[in-house]
């Protein structure tokens, strides 16, 4: 499904390494949501995309993102991000919030007393 990740860390490395890892990220996360789909845009292009318009893409992919991701069974953050995007904090906050509908999504598994429950 969707790779866990600490989002204490990532919110310092994309400090640390700002544009790199932002890249990446979007990257990786951009190919997730691809395999998870079964279509869409490469991470590669993505990225290219957020770097040729300077970082205007990021908003508009943040949003999609988190509307695939609402559609896969994580919790609305759209409206939060769009907030965050028009006071300008949405470049350090947007990727958290995408990150924990990520980290949500990648903790929903069937777990064995569900199972039992339903065998009976």
């Known amino acids: 499904m969707y790779t866990r990740r600490n989002r204490f860390?990532?919110?310092?490395l994309m400090r640390a390494f700002s544009a790199p890892y932002d890249l990446?990220?979007?990257?990786?996360?951009?190919n997730e949501?691809?395999?998870?789909?079964?279509?869409?845009m490469?991470?590669?292009?993505t990225s290219l995309l957020v770097l040729c318009t300077f970082g205007i893409y990021?908003?508009?992919?943040?949003?999609?993102?988190?509307?695939?991701?609402?559609?896969?069974g994580a919790e609305e953050k759209r409206i939060k991000m769009a907030i965050c995007a028009f006071f300008m904090?949405?470049?350090?906050?947007?990727?958290?919030?995408?990150?924990g509908?990520?980290?949500?999504?990648?903790?929903?598994?069937?777990?064995?007393?569900v199972i039992r429950k339903s065998i009976r």
């Not at 860390?9 to 310092?12: D, E, G, R, S, V």
């Not at 990446?24 to 951009?30: L, M, R």
């Not at 490469?42 to 292009?45: A, D, K, M, P, R």
């Not at 990021?58 to 896969?72: C, D, M, Y």
């Open 58 to 72: 990021s908003i508009v992919w943040q949003f999609r993102t988190s509307g695939i991701l609402k559609r896969q």
């Open 9 to 12: 860390l990532m919110f310092m």
């Open 42 to 45: 490469s991470g590669f292009l």
């Open 33 to 40: 949501v691809c395999r998870n789909e079964k279509k869409g």
């Open 101 to 113: 509908q990520m980290n949500q999504l990648a903790g929903q598994r069937i777990s064995p007393c």
């Open 89 to 99: 904090i949405g470049i350090i906050t947007n990727p958290i919030i995408i990150q």
């Open 24 to 30: 990446y990220w979007i990257s990786s996360v951009q």
